[in-house]
Nanobody, 124 residues
Framework: QVQLVESGGGLVQTGGSLRLSCAAS????????MGWFRQAPGKEREFVAS????????DYADSVKGRFTVVRDNAKNTLALQMNSLKPEDTAVYYC?????????????????WGQGTQVTVSS
């Protein structure tokens, strides 16, 4: 069984940066792809970024490409999302998820485990 805990959210100004982290416990962290999703109030959870089980392949939503970077450290069972040039439209609760795939997925239904979420608010 896997437990995921996000941290690092907060309030930042437009153009600022934030680094989210996800600490994983349980077995087989390195065997599956991981991803970041976000959800604003009244909206569906949307894909942000994913990284393959080995960290060799990454994928990003067009809305964050060039601004966000996803990394993983399998030796430490951690996942991170570096968020730069933040915009008000990035405001959401951000969730770390473990995929049922190895290569990664943009589909929220292909993730078996989720963290509790961490709030990111970008003020204008």
């Amino acid at each position: 069984q896997v437990q995921l805990v996000e941290s690092g959210g907060g309030l930042v100004q437009t153009g600022g940066s934030l680094r989210l982290s996800c600490a994983a416990s349980g077995r087989q962290f390195s065997s599956y792809a991981m991803g970041w999703f976000r959800q604003a109030p009244g909206k569906e959870r949307e894909f942000v970024a994913s990284i393959s089980w080995s960290g060799e392949r990454t994928d990003y939503a067009d809305s964050v490409k060039g601004r966000f970077t996803v990394v993983r450290d399998n030796a430490k069972n951690t996942l991170a999302l570096q968020m730069n040039s933040l915009k008000p439209e990035d405001t959401a609760v951000y969730y770390c998820g473990q995929s049922t795939t190895w290569g990664g997925s943009r589909n929220r239904y292909e993730y078996a485990y989720w963290g509790q979420g961490t709030q990111v608010t970008v003020s204008s």
